[in-house]
């Protein structure tokens, strides 16, 4: 099997001497704008159709965008040793680093992914991210993910304490993320996924529990509700990690509430209230740079018209609102230059957030401890 890096060089240089320009025409009769994407397409096929197939913006979709991030951050600017990014280590050197209390839940990915990039030639860490920025276009209200093409996969494992933990102070998941390179507002920006998310790994009852009571669009509810004051646990309280949430089903990490309050960070994470395009655009970018990290932009290769495009978030679900009985009152404002929206509430009774349902493909050989997370891949 051809590695990414020879297909590439082949690819390229074929693509120079014929001075292409335009689109041109793949081997499996697609069309791309750079005949370096050509390998994309085969892998788009097949993770569209068995990987996300008709689930829309379900577990599998938050499922990818949640490894692509524990595998880019594995980076440092002052420390080396942590590795070198969106490389793929994450998979690489699974039994490792799946170890790592931070990564618990990401057998799932393993389970999820692995068999895809077993069958396909491009690299461990080219799939990772590419499989993210698909499933995203499985959310409305995404603007359509830029993708680069051709990272350069690990050769080691990044090492414990990299991914910032749920139940660590803001300072300290500050200076983890600028030392990635990620300033306040491309950490605030980045956390816009928690739109789409739920948590596997907190509350040990309980599994998919969603962020805020929206999971399946990418709108600003999640900004909206993680500012409201906390009442209840969707499960057991005392989980290292969690605090109270305002919604019934939903789970709040101590993180979000705290850098959705503190004067560092309050003001940018109120300004996406009710602001969609704001939030789109800002994670937009934020993913792109994270996809990355710590790899040589100048050697990728711009794919991003491979990336399809994403459903149009209906106009109703772009505007936020408190959730039933709940309302401005409710809010614990934190910026200190802006007030909060007033917002209108939801109708009705107060209701409890249905849990995500999870991808029956995320259940493998591959566990919680790294144990059995081990495949044939394919590596630059």
Same mark, same amino acid.
Request: with cysteine; proline share 7%; charged share 15%.
């Given at each position: ?34 005949? /370096? ?18 689930? $829309?913006?379900? !577990? ?26 969106? +490389? ?6 699974? &039994?490792?680093?799946?170890?790592? +209390? ?7 990915? =393993? ?18 991210? =590419? /499989? ?16 680069? @093409? ?8 990044? *090492? ?19 030392? /990635? ?18 948590? +596997?790994?907190? +509350? ?20 909206? &509700? ?6 209840? @646990? *969707? ?69 991003? !018209? ?14 936020? @609102?408190?959730?039933? $009985? ?24 107060? &209701? ?24 044939? @891949?394919?590596?630059?």
């Amino acid at each position: 099997m051809l590695s990414t890096s020879t297909l590439l060089a082949a690819l390229v240089t074929f693509a120079n001497a014929a001075a292409l320009t335009g689109r041109v025409t793949c081997p499996n009769g697609g069309t791309v704008s750079n005949l /370096a994407c050509c390998p994309l397409l085969p892998v788009l096929e097949d993770i569209q159709k068995n990987m996300f197939g008709d689930d $829309g913006c379900a !577990d599998a979709a938050h499922t990818t965008l949640r490894v692509a991030f524990h595998d880019a951050i594995g980076f440092s600017k002052t420390q080396p040793s942590f590795g070198t990014g969106a +490389d793929g280590s994450i998979f690489i050197f699974a &039994e490792k680093e799946l170890s790592y +209390d931070a990564n618990l839940g990401i057998a799932d990915a =393993f389970n999820l992914e692995a068999p895809f990039i077993s069958n396909h030639t491009i690299g461990v860490a080219d799939f990772i991210q =590419f /499989a993210a920025a698909v499933g995203l276009t499985k959310c409305p209200g995404i603007l359509r993910p830029t993708f680069m @093409f051709g990272r350069t996969d690990a050769t080691a494992a990044a *090492p414990d304490g990299t991914v910032p933990e749920p139940f660590q102070s803001v300072d300290i998941i500050l200076a983890r993320m600028a030392d /990635a390179g990620f300033s306040p507002a491309e950490l605030v920006a980045l956390l816009a996924s928690h739109s789409i998310a739920g948590a +596997d790994d907190v +509350d040990p009852i309980l599994s998919g529990v969603p962020f805020d009571s929206t999971p399946a669009v990418f709108d600003t509810q999640f900004f909206v &509700e993680t500012q409201l004051r906390g009442t209840l @646990f *969707p499960g057991t309280a005392g989980n290292q990690g969690e605090v109270e949430s305002a919604v019934a089903g939903v789970l709040r990490l101590q993180s979000d509430a705290l850098l959705a309050r503190d004067a560092s960070t309050a003001c940018l994470w109120q300004a996406n209230v009710n602001n969609q395009a704001l939030m789109a655009s800002s994670f937009q970018k934020a993913f792109a740079k994270m996809q990355i990290v710590g790899q040589d932009a100048s050697k990728l290769v711009d794919c991003s !018209d491979v990336i399809p495009q994403p459903p149009a978030l209906p106009a109703a679900s772009a505007k936020a @609102f408190f959730p039933p $009985g709940l309302s401005v009152k409710d809010v614990e404002q934190a910026c200190a230059t802006t007030p909060f929206p007033n917002l209108p509430t939801k109708p009705g009774a107060r &209701e409890t957030v249905p849990s995500i349902v999870a991808d029956p493909a995320t259940e493998g050989a591959c566990d919680d401890d790294g144990a059995g997370c081990v495949a044939k @891949f394919t590596k630059s």
